[in-house]
């Protein structure tokens, strides 16, 4: 069957576990929800249609500049959210 995709969001959903734990931000779902949304509204949506399961495997399945923005993005979301965490620190 065939399904609208966006291939910005996948990949963040694929790596924010990664990315968090890298950063030493909170990982609890609020937190990494945020970095997710923060780098979603900041980034472009590129949608494609497809049938395949996984759009993405592994880090050297993107293309260099959209790994780039990526990387960017992921910087600048785990930022905010390290220094303004919406709940005390336990
Ligand atoms: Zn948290």
Redesign the pocket.
Same mark, same amino acid.
């Given at each position: 069957m065939k399904q609208l995709r966006n291939y910005t969001e996948e990949a963040v959903r694929l790596f924010v576990d990664k990315w968090i734990v890298e950063a030493d931000? +909170?990982?609890? $779902?609020? +937190?990494?929800l $945020?970095v997710m949304a923060i780098m979603l509204n900041n980034m472009e949506p590129h949608y494609v249609v497809t049938d395949q399961g996984a759009l993405y495997a592994q880090m050297s399945d993107f293309d260099p500049q959209h790994k780039a923005d990526l990387m960017t993005n992921m910087g600048l979301a785990v930022q905010v959210?390290k220094n303004r965490?919406?709940?005390t620190?336990e």
């Open positions: 931000v +909170c990982q609890c $779902d609020s +937190c990494k $945020d959210v965490p919406k709940h620190r």
